[in-house]
Every structure is written in structure tokens, then in C-alpha cells.
């Protein structure tokens, strides 16, 4: 992937995880699992660890 496609692709992904980790951390219980909302928090860092390193570490 070209240094460009890559950065892009970072982006997205950070976008992507600010929204889950915001749902994660914000969603009441009551209206979503407990386990669900945990994963969300999972998903958000993780795609936020990816974001990064395709955003800073990829570009050539």
C-alpha cells in the first residue's frame, strides 16, 4: 500500500474507534449489555492502536 492509502486508512480507522470508544464509555447499561459496551471499548482501542501505527509507522 502506497504511503498515502496508508495515512488515509489510519485515519479512518482512528475516526472509527473515537465512535466506539464514545459509545463504549457513554451508552447506559440499561439499554446495552454490559459485556457488549466492554467490547466496544476493546474494538475502539484496538482500531485506535492500528489507526496509529498505519497512520505514523507505515508512511514511506
Known amino acids: 500500500m502506497s504511503g498515502n492509502g496508508s495515512k488515509?486508512?489510519?485515519l479512518?480507522?482512528?475516526i472509527i474507534s473515537i465512535f466506539l470508544l464514545l459509545g463504549g464509555l457513554y451508552?447506559?447499561?440499561a439499554v446495552i449489555?454490559?459485556?457488549?459496551?466492554?467490547?466496544?471499548?476493546?474494538?475502539g482501542l484496538?482500531?485506535?492502536a492500528v489507526g496509529i501505527v498505519?497512520?505514523?509507522?507505515?508512511k514511506r
Open 8 to 10: 488515509i486508512c489510519g
Open 54 to 58: 498505519m497512520y505514523k509507522v507505515l
Open 33 to 43: 449489555p454490559v459485556w457488549t459496551l466492554r467490547g466496544l471499548d476493546i474494538a
Open 12 to 14: 479512518i480507522f482512528i
Open 46 to 48: 484496538i482500531l485506535l
Open 27 to 29: 451508552l447506559p447499561a
